[in-house]
């Protein structure tokens, strides 16, 4: 779950979502709740007599240590082959899995394919995955994601979160769907909330509205033994929309995006995740309830890498390099494996954080690349440990730098 909807694969394409359905299964429409139906030949439920469940807190100790998010490479479909062929190969190694299969079209409705496309996401119930999950028998949980990012998504978000009704449907429907399709429970990833925030409105009465909404959802998917995990942005305080304390009280599991402090469409680039400020949400997680709500948060890793102008107001776009291996093959041999730049690009308290390991590249075309290497991403996983983390994840699943050896370096530090 990520915030640039385009990306460099090399030479400059476009990035975000997931698979193939029939017509028949394009949308969910939730507007009458329990009137939607999928496919009984497609829907997972249906490849299984039963689905074993469990109660919230019974996981055992690392049971969700390890996940990650598989997505549609909108233009490169080669990527998204990729995702989900890497996704089968380790597909024991993962506690759970978040496909971008859903995302939400109006406060009561889901569909299953991106706006203004009739074809579902790329990798939409894709056999790889429902093979290699609880669908098909095996230990890894399937639990996909929702995803209302795009402005009129948000939009239909917000409607929703302040209107008791709307909330009330959709919190049905969302059960509904992951009861129907037998899933074992849903990522919620419902972004950039302040951004549509009307005359009068506050980010703090956001910020109820949400953690109310995510606390009506959990206990409705609870009681029918399913999981609820959502996405949050990296944060070190309680002043924005998304209130860690109040969503780790209510979800399974919080997923937090340890990336985009610089990002796709931004006026420079930078590190996409400099230490310093991994290491300030890790502090501030660590302090919520004492420390007792540490193994809750589960740290979002960036597979990803940016390129652009490096100074602000000197031209050209930031766009996205993604996955982490595209961006290898661009930097070449002997790139760069620190920098200055964060010493000019003070935090919002007008702080300077450390950059930690940087990997970055001066292009021939006079922009810089920023990206993680192996080395970049242990460096992260370790805060993560060190921090009483529940485990990791990361957008998204295919090309990790080091290939094998990256799934390799995540057991030494979250072994089963």
């Not at 849903?186 to 302040?194: A, F, G, K, P, V």
């Not at 209510?250 to 991994?278: C, F, Q, R, T």
């Not at 790139?335 to 950059?355: K, N, V």
Request: aromatic letters at 8%; one cysteine or more.
């Amino acid at each position: 779950m990520k915030l640039f909807h385009q990306t460099l694969m090399l030479a400059f394409s476009a990035a975000f979502s997931i698979s193939c359905g029939g017509a028949a299964e394009r949308a969910l429409l939730l507007d009458e709740v329990g009137s939607a139906e999928l496919s009984a030949s497609t829907a997972p439920g249906a490849r299984r007599a039963s689905q074993a469940t469990r109660a919230p807190g019974e996981e055992a100790p690392g049971d969700h240590r390890f996940c990650g998010w598989l997505h549609e490479f909108l233009g490169d479909p080669e990527s998204t082959e990729l995702g989900y062929d890497t996704f089968a190969a380790h597909a024991g190694a993962f506690d759970a899995v978040h496909p971008k299969w859903w995302r939400v079209a109006s406060p009561t409705r889901f569909e299953n394919h991106p706006r203004g496309r009739e074809a579902p996401f790329a990798g939409f119930h894709d056999p790889r995955v429902l093979d290699r999950t609880t669908a098909g028998g095996a230990r890894t949980r399937l639990i996909p994601l929702i995803a209302a990012i795009d402005r009129p998504d948000v939009v239909a978000v917000h409607a929703m979160l302040h209107d008791p009704a709307l909330r009330a449907r959709h919190v049905e429907g969302v059960v509904a769907l992951v009861v129907e399709n037998g899933y074992d429970g849903i990522d919620i990833d419902y972004e950039h909330l302040s951004s549509v925030l009307g005359p009068g409105e506050t980010v703090r009465a956001e910020r109820a509205a949400f953690s109310a909404f995510i606390d009506e959802l959990a206990r409705a998917l609870h009681a029918r033994g399913k999981e609820l995990s959502l996405a949050v942005p990296a944060v070190a305080s309680a002043n924005g929309v998304f209130d860690y304390e109040a969503l780790s009280a209510s979800a399974d599991h919080v997923h937090v995006m340890g990336y985009d402090y610089h990002w796709h469409g931004g006026a420079h680039v930078g590190p996409v995740a400099p230490l310093g400020w991994l290491q300030e949400t890790v502090s501030y997680i660590g302090s919520l309830d004492g420390g007792a709500r540490r193994e809750k948060f589960i740290f979002g890793l960036p597979n990803y890498g940016l390129v652009g102008p490096e100074a602000p107001g000197s031209g050209g776009a930031v766009v996205g390099c993604e996955p982490l291996s595209k961006c290898l093959e661009l930097a070449g041999d002997g790139y760069e494996t620190s920098s200055e730049h964060m010493s000019r690009c003070p935090d919002d308290e007008g702080g300077r954080l450390a950059a930690g390991r940087s990997p970055n590249r001066l292009l021939a075309s006079g922009e810089r690349l920023f990206f993680e290497d192996l080395a970049s991403l242990e460096e992260k996983v370790a805060v993560a440990e060190q921090g009483g983390l529940g485990g990791v994840t990361y957008w998204s699943i295919g090309g990790e730098p080091g290939g094998a050896a990256f799934f390799s370096m995540i057991e030494r530090h979250f072994p089963r």
